[in-house]
């Protein structure tokens, strides 16, 4: 077998020719070029699989190259070599197709690992190229169910962002499918042989998260009785997930930030840097401009994380998806029960698919697992949806459609609209506080801070 081809690009001939004789030494076929105009020359030539690049060079600088190859990007894959002080153009050089970036003076190990992740990434192609297959033959990609408009679209992205190392926030409403997005991601990356480690960061009293996140040393605060692994050094090789990273403390937010930009980090209470090699993924259901002005998320860690910007399209904007999840959840909640059901009669699938769910795919899911259950006959009918999906949908009257008060115009505040789908939501509940919290995705306690915020307004 052929050995993968290596192109070193830089002025310094020191630099380069070390690294040329260290990825030799690996067992690649390595070349060098002395600036971008020598290099694209060499690409024709010797078409190696990776071209690893100095950003600062004369007559046509790291940039500049990445921009005179995009259109091989497809199976060429593009490492810039950046200083420290440059972080920013590295971020830009990802947004603009590089597979990885790294600083200078190079870590031999993290350059080792790049290089394997980058020539693996043939089968990594093949795999999105079979996800891709799926939409049409089953409408659905990997695990994700749906093949209306704004999904199709949605998948172009993630075929996109997949194959790259570039962190990526994913903006959507609770109940979307964050997760499973991010474990997707995963799964299309070079990256996929490696851990996927989710935290919730809403989830985890801020005085713990940082622990959490980076692990701690014995002693290192009460109740530390022991060295503890954080999710960094769990996830090393592989991908990290942090949904809600909007609720993570500012403290928190400039240690993440750091190990973005350096790809080292401490444990609480510890004193040596240990090097990691992680993908981050994060995801918020805020609008991360918002959160930039009222001070929640820090504009350097959210530039940081925003390379790539997936949104996740709520159910109601791909109402043509709803059979084909509700056939799905069928299926799953059948066999989960040991209740085979042939599938959803007429005016229940009528009903669903008019409803405009505030919960999105997990409401879905919830009120198919409860219909599979209650279910008498071979197939989900209307009585065996609850009332606040079926009230007033069965006729195809007007009130089929999301009321005006829900609908979203110019004009209409965040605020606003969040009020009126919270007071919409427990309306269609029979005010049952816990089931409209559940639906809308957020705590009881949340519900009623903001029910007692409207009393007072």
């Not at 290596?6 to 070349?31: H, K």
């Not at 059948?334 to 007429?346: R, Y």
């Not at 009903?351 to 769910?357: S, V």
């Given at each position: 077998?052929?050995?993968?081809?290596?192109?070193?690009?830089?002025?310094?001939?020191?630099?380069?020719?070390?690294?040329?004789?260290?990825?030799?030494?690996?067992?690649?076929?390595?070349?060098?070029?002395?600036?971008?105009?020598?290099?694209?020359?060499?690409?024709?030539?010797?078409?190696?699989?990776?071209?690893?690049?100095?950003?600062?060079?004369?007559?046509?600088?790291?940039?500049?190259?990445?921009?005179?190859?995009?259109?091989?990007?497809?199976?060429?894959?593009?490492?810039?070599?950046?200083?420290?002080?440059?972080?920013?153009?590295?971020?830009?050089?990802?947004?603009?197709?590089?597979?990885?970036?790294?600083?200078?003076?190079?870590?031999?190990?993290?350059?080792?690992?790049?290089?394997?992740?980058?020539?693996?990434?043939?089968?990594?192609?093949?795999?999105?190229?079979?996800?891709?297959?799926?939409?049409?033959?089953?409408?659905?990609?990997?695990?994700?169910?749906?093949?209306?408009?704004?999904?199709?679209?949605?998948?172009?992205?993630?075929?996109?962002?997949?194959?790259?190392?570039?962190?990526?926030?994913?903006?959507?409403?609770?109940?979307?499918?964050?997760?499973?997005?991010?474990?997707?991601?995963?799964?299309?990356?070079?990256?996929?042989?490696?851990?996927?480690?989710?935290?919730?960061?809403?989830?985890?009293?801020?005085?713990?998260?940082?622990?959490?996140?980076?692990?701690?040393?014995?002693?290192?605060?009460?109740?530390?009785?022991?060295?503890?692994?954080?999710?960094?050094?769990?996830?090393?090789?592989?991908?990290?997930?942090?949904?809600?990273?909007?609720?993570?403390?500012?403290?928190?937010?400039?240690?993440?930030?750091?190990?973005?930009?350096?790809?080292?980090?401490?444990?609480?209470?510890?004193?040596?840097?240990?090097?990691?090699?992680?993908?981050?993924?994060?995801?918020?259901?805020?609008?991360p401009e918002t959160a930039l002005k009222e001070g929640k998320l820090r504009e350097d860690l959210y530039y940081r994380l925003?390379?790539?910007?997936?949104?996740?399209?709520?159910?109601?904007e791909r109402l043509d998806d709803v059979a084909l999840l509700v056939d799905y959840f069928i299926h799953e909640f059948s066999?989960?029960?040991?209740?085979?059901?042939?599938?959803?009669?007429?005016?229940?699938?009528?009903?669903?698919?008019?409803?405009?769910?505030?919960?999105?795919v997990r409401e879905l899911r919830n009120v198919i697992e409860r219909a599979v259950i209650v279910a008498s006959d071979s197939?989900?009918?209307?009585?065996?949806?609850?009332?606040?999906?079926?009230?007033?949908?069965?006729?195809?009257?007007?009130?089929?459609?999301?009321?005006?008060?829900?609908?979203?115009?110019?004009?209409?505040?965040?605020?606003?609209?969040?009020?009126?789908?919270?007071?919409?939501?427990?309306?269609?509940?029979?005010?049952?506080?816990?089931?409209?919290?559940?639906?809308?995705?957020?705590?009881?306690?949340?519900?009623?801070?903001?029910?007692?915020?409207?009393?007072?307004?």
């Amino acid at each position: 077998m052929a050995r993968q081809g290596v192109l070193i690009v830089d002025d310094e001939s020191g630099s380069r020719r070390g690294l040329a004789e260290l990825v030799a030494s690996w067992g690649y076929a390595a070349e060098t070029a002395a600036d971008g105009a020598e290099a694209l020359e060499k690409v024709a030539s010797f078409r190696p699989q990776v071209v690893i690049a100095d950003l600062v060079m004369p007559r046509m600088d790291g940039m500049e190259l990445l921009r005179a190859l995009s259109g091989s990007l497809g199976y060429l894959s593009f490492v810039m070599l950046t200083a420290k002080g440059t972080i920013a153009s590295a971020v830009e050089a990802m947004k603009q197709g590089a597979f990885d970036y790294l600083t200078k003076p190079i870590d031999t190990g993290q350059l080792k690992a790049v290089l394997e992740r980058a020539t693996g990434r043939s089968a990594v192609l093949e795999e999105v190229e079979r996800y891709s297959s799926g939409v049409e033959s089953t409408g659905r990609f990997g695990k994700m169910v749906g093949k209306s408009a704004p999904m199709r679209r949605f998948y172009q992205q993630l075929m996109q962002a997949g194959p790259s190392s570039a962190s990526v926030l994913l903006v959507g409403e609770s109940g979307t499918g964050k997760e499973m997005v991010a474990r997707t991601l995963h799964e299309l990356s070079p990256r996929r042989k490696g851990p996927f480690i989710p935290i919730n960061c809403s989830a985890i009293p801020e005085s713990l998260l940082e622990s959490e996140i980076f692990g701690h040393e014995k002693g290192a605060f009460t109740g530390a009785e022991g060295r503890r692994e954080g999710c960094f050094e769990l996830a090393d090789t592989g991908t990290i997930f942090l949904d809600e990273v909007v609720e993570m403390a500012p403290a928190t937010q400039v240690k993440l930030l750091r190990v973005l930009e350096e790809r080292a980090f401490r444990r609480v209470g510890g004193q040596g840097e240990i090097q990691v090699d992680v993908r981050v993924l994060a995801a918020t259901n805020r609008n991360p401009e918002t959160a930039l002005k009222e001070g929640k998320l820090r504009e350097d860690l959210y530039y940081r994380l925003n390379v790539f910007r997936l949104f996740l399209p709520p159910l109601r904007e791909r109402l043509d998806d709803v059979a084909l999840l509700v056939d799905y959840f069928i299926h799953e909640f059948s066999e989960a029960n040991g209740k085979p059901l042939a599938g959803a009669e007429p005016r229940a699938l009528q009903a669903l698919a008019t409803y405009h769910w505030p919960g999105n795919v997990r409401e879905l899911r919830n009120v198919i697992e409860r219909a599979v259950i209650v279910a008498s006959d071979s197939r989900i009918g209307l009585d065996d949806l609850p009332p606040f999906v079926t009230r007033g949908r069965s006729t195809g009257d007007s009130s089929s459609q999301p009321s005006d008060e829900l609908a979203l115009r110019v004009g209409t505040t965040v605020e606003q609209a969040e009020r009126n789908l919270i007071l919409k939501t427990l309306e269609a509940t029979g005010h049952n506080k816990t089931r409209a919290a559940e639906i809308l995705g957020i705590s009881l306690k949340t519900l009623h801070n903001k029910l007692k915020k409207y009393r007072e307004s």
